[in-house]
């Protein structure tokens, strides 16, 4: 069974430019999450969906940061315009079944100039 | 507001010795406890999980104490190898929210050969 897919896996933009992530979830799972991992730092919720649903973004700052998750299955999350703050590792998870496990991807490591 | 605080934020050990992390959360409300362990370059994978009905879990070399009035919980690793050198996050969620983790801030484990 394919885990989660994310893509890119690093990426290089100038400040003020837009960035665009993706993630696959695990087949069948309804859940998704984007968190947001800062070098030495442990993962923070940006925003979760439910299907197509987003239930929490709360912490999703929307000046910025925008999300969506067309037909309930993949997700994009967008930054526009990035600034040098927003470096981090963008990490998408996927949570199904009846244990409720988070799976994660790989993550978008990001760098802004 | 830091939610779950974890400490030591790194721990070098001698292969074979015993590696302890500890955590302690602040939300009574939080009801399943898991242990995430990440690579460098990887997502975090689940390690090993707890319940508060139980004080303690073991699975092969990885046991979770948790001490529920102390809102304590933490990992020992037994006869730690090299190959257990990582950084481990300890994290804490709440009946009805899909097992939205608040993850601790993390602990880089080194094991010396």
């Known amino acids: 069974e394919a885990g989660v897919v994310q893509s890119p896996r690093y990426k290089i933009i100038e400040k003020k430019q837009p960035v665009a992530f993706w993630c696959n979830p695990i087949?069948?799972?309804?859940?998704l999450y984007w968190y947001r991992q800062n070098l030495g730092q442990g993962p923070e919720l940006l925003i979760r969906?439910?299907?197509?649903?987003?239930?929490?973004d709360s912490q999703l700052p929307k000046d910025r940061f925008s999300a969506e998750r067309l037909k309930g299955v993949d997700s994009t999350l967008k930054i526009q315009p990035a600034e040098l703050g927003d470096s981090a590792v963008y990490l998408c998870?996927?949570?199904?079944?009846?244990?409720?496990?988070?799976?994660f991807g790989e993550g978008s490591r990001l760098t802004v100039l | 507001q830091q939610q779950v605080k974890q400490s030591p934020q790194s721990l070098i050990v001698q292969k074979g010795g015993i590696s302890i992390i500890n955590c302690a959360y602040e939300?009574?409300?939080?009801?399943?406890f898991p242990w995430y362990q990440q690579f460098p370059g990887k997502g975090p994978a689940l390690l090993i999980a707890?319940?508060?009905?139980?004080s303690e879990k073991k699975e092969g070399r990885f046991t979770i104490s948790f001490n529920k009035s102390a809102k304590q919980f933490s990992l020992h690793i037994m006869d730690s190898q090299p190959g257990d050198s990582a950084t481990y996050f300890c994290a804490a969620s709440r009946e009805g929210s899909a097992r939205q983790l608040t993850f601790g801030s993390g602990t880089q484990l080194t094991v010396l050969p």
């Open positions: 939300n009574t409300a939080f009801d399943y």
């Open positions: 087949s069948g799972h309804n859940t």
């Open positions: 707890i319940r508060p009905d139980v």
């Open positions: 969906y439910e299907n197509e649903e987003a239930v929490d």
């Open positions: 998870a996927s949570q199904g079944g009846n244990t409720g496990e988070l799976f």
